[in-house]
Every structure is written in structure tokens, then in C-alpha cells.
């Protein structure tokens, strides 16, 4: 008899890092850099937005020096990343890092002491922020309202947008199709996000600093921890609020956590940064999923994921992998943070959940990929993922029919795609049988149908206008050489084609 195959332990590698909890936040660094550190200082995105620098925690001995930790193993599964570090004096620390799925970055520490004593040890939980400036150019991004409440700490990630953030090239020359009709001043902003971080025990003592910029990396070196530790507690002087220099600042917040770790004893710590549209939302989340195991709940969770989707197994150990792993990311790349009103002007985006297209540059609600997700998502044991896919693009329709290609959290929508959503559309609806899924989304689609046969096919051909290589999803292709010999450099062409 064959054993039922749990799809986290089969999925599990030592080369892979990427988390997700299905909501708005992953971390998923396509090139990190400091996965050895505690904690997260590899980039994260909410939705669209970067985060760096959530936090990392740097550990103390009893001369406040920091305590050298060497990597011993690293192992990942879709639920956790987990690895090992030992101390020369007999320290030995396990880390799980995980997305909870109400969006808190957690890392649960789990320390053993199998050395010579007992120990006494601090842990600073650190995070540092590039400061926003209300006065400077378009594209800005940074932290503002940085402030003790309570037992955490919290900042608004604030960005503004420019008039057009998403490519170098000359506006005359961009490409990308039809541009939306939206007046992009409209989702300049600024715009926020809060972080709120802290622990599952209260600090002893906190601080927060603003210096200008240096080297970034998660270092002891190069934190404010050596001027601020004075005889094993962390000194808070008043945070200075006038900027005299012309230079940027980098905003250091810091909490102190002791440990008593007495010789053979086990002692967990879990720090996190929760990641909300609402301050209060992201302090009650950190707090409430700090007091329970978050590595219990994330696996949880993904275990309830991969039960809500078709079992399968077979003969052939690859197609089975590669089937597992793309049910792990479509969920890595779900939103599901049930719709906002952004200033009263651009209505509700992300009111339904959806499936971006990737991660980094390609964290955005693309429709020439939901086409695919449609079909995909319409196998689970819900068709809430795979309607939302469809009913968020609809929602951002324009009068004319025109479906915009690309949606964000706040910047300006883009683009064009042609793509094809009815087909997966009418799969979800004969599995899922939902008549009123159907009478919502057709005014929709025959819109689009009839953008399609008015401004796409004046000829009556049956055959549509090509305008930009990028609408197809098939840049540098030859095929656009035909049509124009300086395709290539993003002109507008016009060409028939089926896609």
C-alpha cells in the first residue's frame, strides 16, 4: 500500500529560501545577501511595495560584546526556512524563519546552551530605515512617524510615486500598448504602510536613532549598539527631530531583550514585524501571533493549503515534483488583503484575491498571466482565488472596454495584454457551477470583446491589431521584424495577429 505523500516534506531542499503566507506579504530576495543573519534584511514586498531592513537581532554576551555564530545547515520547505548555528562556547542556536498568514515576518529562535556555565545574554532586536522625505523628488520611499508603543515599535513605510515609475525610456518610445486613461497624479501619494515590531516577551529597554548613512549591512560594527550598551542595558536618549545636513538619514530602532540561558536549558525567543494598511491591525497581529508557535501555525496553514487542492501522484517523480511546487507558487505569489480605498480617487484595488506574476520587478496583478492562473486555480476545492483573479483586473476596466495589464497597490496601472480569460473562466464556472459568478463577469467580458472588435479589428478580419511587442508577452520575438525592422526598439508597429 502506498503512503500518502505530504507535499512539505517532499517539496524540502537546503537551496531554496522563498516565503509566503498568502496574503500581502513575501520575502522571496531573488539575490539575497544576508541570509546568514537572524531575523530579515533581505528585501520583502507588500504586494508591490519593498520593504529592506525589517530587523535582524544581534546577540550579546555579558561584556555586551556580540557572541560569533558559524552556520552549521540550512533547510527549506514552502512552510520555513530553518538553520543551524553554533558558538565556539558551547551556544547552539536553531532559527525558523516564516511568513505568518496574517503577515508577520517571524523568526523563532530556539537557544541551547550545552557549553561549561550559565549564561547571561542579551538580544537587540534591530531594524534601520531609510528616512522619507516629505520635500523630495518623486520615486522617494522611506519611514516616518518611527515611535515606541508599548512593547513594540512602530513606523509608517511611507512612498510616493512619480509621474511614471516603470520604465527609462522615452515617453514617445515607451511601448506597453495603450496607456490607461487614469491621471497618474492620482496614485503619486504619499502612500503608507505600517510595520510594527517586537517580541514574544516584553523589552527591557528600547531606542531609537537617526545617523546618516553607511555601510547597511547587519552588523554590531556598524549599528549604534556599541554606544548605546553601558553595563548590559540599552540607553535611550531622545531621539534628535531636526535634519541640519543635506544628506538622507537612516533611522535605527533597537529593543533589548535578556535571556537567562543556564547550562543544559532550552530557551525560545520569537521576534517579528508585522506588515499592515492599518497601525493597529499590524500591532495586534504581531502581538497575537508572537504568543503562539509560528512555526506550528505557518505549517498549518500550508498543510490546510495543499488539502484544498487535488491530490496527485505518479509514476514519474518530475512531473509529480513540478506539480506539487506549482500549487506551492501560486500560493507564494497569492494577495488575498480584501481590498482598500487609496485617497478616495482610485476606488478599491485588491478587493478580490489574486495571483501575481512573480516575484521582485514582477510582483504585480498581470492579465496575460492570469489566463493561466484562471485554469489553474479553478481546481481547488474553492473558486474564490480564481474568481478574484478575474473580478479584480474587471474591476479596474475602463469605459471603453480596455482591461489594463499590469495593477499595483498604488502606482499607475499599465500596459495592455491580449489574452484570452473566458476560457478559463467558463472551466471555473462548469467545475464550480456558480451562476452568479457568470451574470457578474459577462457585462465585463463582452466589453472586452467589443473593445477587441472595434478598436483591434476595424477590418472585420477576425485577426487583431498588434501594436507593441510587449502585448503579446512575447518581446524580441522575429515575427515583429516583419512588420517593422525597428521593432526591436520598442516603436509602435501594427500587425495581425491570433494571440
Same mark, same amino acid.
Given at each position: 500500500?502506498s503512503?500518502?505523500l505530504?507535499?512539505?516534506e517532499?517539496l524540502e ?16 530576495p531573488p ?6 543573519a ?5 528585501? &520583502? ?20 560584546r556580540?557572541v ?15 538553520q ?9 542556536i536553531?532559527?525558523d524563519?516564516v ?7 517571524a523568526?523563532?529562535?530556539? +537557544? ?16 534601520l ?14 519611514a ?9 515599535? $512602530? ?14 525610456? !522615452? ?10 486613461s ?7 501619494? !504619499?502612500?503608507?504602510?505600517? /510595520?510594527?515590531?517586537?517580541a514574544?516577551?516584553p ?5 531609537i ?14 549599528s ?16 534628535? $527631530? ?7 538619514r ?8 535578556? #535571556?537567562?540561558?543556564d ?5 525560545? #525567543?520569537?521576534?517579528?514585524?508585522? #506588515?499592515n494598511?492599518d497601525?493597529?491591525? &499590524?500591532?495586534?497581529? /504581531? ?5 503562539q508557535? #509560528? ?14 487542492v !487535488? ?5 514519474? !517523480? ?6 506539487w ?7 507564494l505569489?497569492t494577495?488575498d ?9 482610485m476606488g $478599491? ?19 496575460y498571466?492570469?489566463?493561466?492562473? /484562471?485554469?489553474?486555480l479553478?481546481?481547488m ?5 480564481? &474568481?478574484g483573479t478575474?473580478?479584480?483586473? +474587471? &474591476?479596474a ?15 499607475? $496601472?499599465?500596459?495592455?495584454?491580449h ?6 473562466l ?8 456558480s ?11 463582452s ?16 485577426l ?8 503579446t ?5 522575429s ?21
Open positions: 500500500m503512503t500518502r505530504n507535499p512539505l517532499y531542499r537546503s537551496d531554496k529560501w522563498y516565503l509566503g503566507g498568502g496574503r500581502g506579504l513575501v520575502f522571496a539575490f539575497p545577501q544576508h541570509l546568514h537572524l531575523g530579515f534584511w533581505d528585501e &520583502a514586498h507588500f504586494v508591490d511595495v519593498r520593504l529592506d531592513k525589517l530587523f535582524t537581532v544581534i546577540l550579546l554576551d555579558e561584556h555586551d556580540p560569533h555564530l558559524r552556520s552549521e545547515g540550512r533547510r527549506w520547505s514552502p512552510d520555513a526556512l530553518s543551524t548555528f553554533v558558538s565556539d562556547d558551547g551556544l547552539r536553531r532559527e524563519k511568513v505568518t498568514p496574517n503577515d508577520v515576518l523568526s523563532r529562535l530556539t +537557544l541551547y546552551n550545552d557549553g561549561k556555565r550559565n549564561r547571561r545574554l542579551n538580544l537587540i532586536l534591530w531594524s530605515q531609510g528616512e522619507f522625505d516629505a520635500h523630495g523628488a518623486t520615486g522617494n520611499a522611506g516616518v512617524s518611527a515611535e515606541r508603543a508599548g512593547n513594540l515599535m $512602530t513606523f509608517a513605510h511611507t512612498v510616493r510615486y512619480g509621474e511614471d515609475a516603470y520604465s527609462d525610456r !522615452p515617453a514617445e518610445n515607451r511601448g506597453w500598448g495603450e496607456r490607461s487614469s491621471a497618474p497624479s492620482k496614485c503619486a501619494g !504619499p502612500h503608507s504602510i505600517w /510595520v510594527a515590531l517586537g514574544n516577551v523589552p527591557q529597554a528600547w531606542a536613532r537617526a545617523a546618516e548613512p553607511t555601510d547597511a549591512s547587519p552588523n554590531w560594527r556598524t549604534f549598539i556599541p554606544d548605546l550598551m553601558r553595563d548590559g542595558r540599552l540607553q535611550s536618549p531622545p531621539l534628535a $527631530t531636526s535634519n541640519q545636513s543635506t544628506t538622507p537612516m533611522v535605527h530602532l533597537y529593543c533589548q531583550y535578556p #535571556v537567562e540561558a547550562l543544559g536549558s532550552t530557551t525560545i #525567543v520569537q521576534f517579528g514585524a508585522a #506588515v494598511l497601525r493597529d491591525d &499590524a500591532m495586534h497581529y /504581531v502581538q497575537n501571533d508572537l504568543q508557535n #509560528v512555526a506550528k501555525m505557518s505549517r498549518e496553514s500550508w498543510s490546510a493549503y495543499f488539502e484544498s !487535488p491530490y496527485f501522484e505518479c509514476s514519474d !517523480p518530475y512531473i509529480e515534483r513540478a506539480y511546487y506549482r500549487w506551492y507558487g501560486l500560493r505569489c494577495v488583503i480584501g481590498g482598500h480605498q487609496v485617497a478616495g480617487e $478599491t484595488r485588491f478587493a478580490h484575491p489574486c495571483v501575481l506574476e512573480g516575484v521582485g520587478g514582477f510582483r504585480s496583478h498581470v492579465s498571466s492570469a489566463q493561466a492562473h /484562471v485554469r489553474e479553478s481546481w476545492n474553492s473558486p474564490r482565488v480564481a &474568481a478575474v473580478q479584480g483586473l +474587471l &474591476a476596466q475602463e469605459n471603453n472596454g480596455y482591461l489594463p495589464g499590469h495593477l499595483y497597490l498604488w502606482r499607475h $496601472t499599465r500596459g495592455f495584454y489574452c484570452d480569460l473566458a476560457t478559463g467558463l472551466q471555473l464556472l462548469n467545475i464550480s457551477g451562476s452568479d459568478l457568470a451574470a457578474e463577469v459577462y457585462p465585463g467580458l466589453r472586452l470583446a467589443e473593445y477587441y472588435e472595434r478598436d483591434r479589428d476595424r477590418e472585420d478580419s477576425h487583431y491589431n498588434v501594436m507593441d511587442q510587449g502585448e508577452g512575447q518581446e524580441y520575438s515575427r515583429y521584424l516583419f512588420s517593422d525592422e525597428q521593432a526591436d526598439e520598442w516603436c509602435k508597429i501594427t500587425m495581425k495577429g491570433v494571440d
